[in-house]
């Protein structure tokens, strides 16, 4: 049981958002991906004691005791999956409270951010850090996961958990490895929000209609990360923007792109990026674009003048 008040003050733990470089939805079907965190937008749990359990996310407008929440809120249920999993049978009272610089929805990866998060602060909380590897703490993501996803791959909790760039196959143990020159990257949000389960299950139901079909695309997807990951380790930028393009244009076959982002990848490439595709589960969310620093101010603009809501620059070291 945790103790309460050993850790008096505020406890406080954060994970990163991250973009998917390479091969989203085939990564469900076991083709490698490539991903990478973004630490400059992050989701923070802070948790103090209080006198009844509240959980607070000012960005979700909650405010509510925790014993007025039903099982399956998602912050409810990172709190019942992580007392199980600590094998604590109650938890002292505590004040959760929530907040993210990542947007909801939009292929950032704001859930596993959250998750990750506030398992980290109710490990410290609860005294039971020795239990919170990166592992550990991966695992109960991924599970919590699965409420919201149906069928993850698991690579959204493994980056935010681990907080690098990782090739990542379903299953496997998990690789990082060295990025040569770092990959200066923009990324550009449609402002359209885009649940990944739904577009997940569309993948699906079209895949068991044309398996032919879609394994093919998984399969050019798994080449091209194949192919990413040895131009990111020779620094190759120039490869490495070619193969995020040709990306783009399987992830349109698999019809999982939207106009929008279509037009966001023409607007950046017409504006002379190395390479651009959407991110994540697509039909909305982001879209990342691989650019020199001497061409960012004209690709930048080239985004605003088309319908890009915010545009973060991340460097991928
Ligand atoms: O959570 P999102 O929108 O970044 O999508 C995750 C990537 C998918 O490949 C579409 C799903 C998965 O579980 O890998």
Known sequence: MCKEGSQPG??????????????????????????????????????????????????????????????????????HHFQRAADLPTLPPFTLTVSSQLPIASGLGSGAAISAAIIRALADFCAVTELATDEWVSALTYEVEKLHHGTPSGIDNTVVVYEKPIYFVKGEPIETFTVKRPLHL??????????????????????????????????????????????????????????????????????????????????????????AKLSGAGRGGNVIVLVDEGRETAVVQALLANSAKTIMSSNIL
């Open 10 to 79: 505020l406890i406080s733990a954060s994970a990163p958002g991250k973009v998917i470089l390479f091969g989203e939805h085939a990564v469900v079907y076991g083709r490698p991906a490539i991903a990478a965190p973004v630490s400059q937008s992050r989701a923070t749990a802070t948790i103090h004691s209080s006198k009844e359990t509240l959980l607070i996310a000012p960005d979700l407008g909650i405010k509510r005791p925790l014993s007025q929440t039903s099982l399956d809120d998602p912050l409810a249920a990172v709190i």
């Open 186 to 275: 923009l990324i550009a949000d449609s402002g359209i929000s885009s649940k990944t389960v739904d577009v997940v299950m569309d993948v699906r139901r079209r895949w068991e209609r044309e398996t032919a079909v879609f394994n093919r695309l998984f399969d050019q997807c798994g080449t091209i990360a194949h192919s990413a990951r040895t131009a990111i380790g020779t620094g190759d930028l120039l490869e490495i923007g070619r193969l995020m393009t040709e990306n783009h244009h399987l992830l349109q076959k698999m019809s999982v792109s939207a106009p929008i982002l279509d037009r966001l990848v023409g607007a950046a490439m017409d504006a002379g990026a190395m390479g």
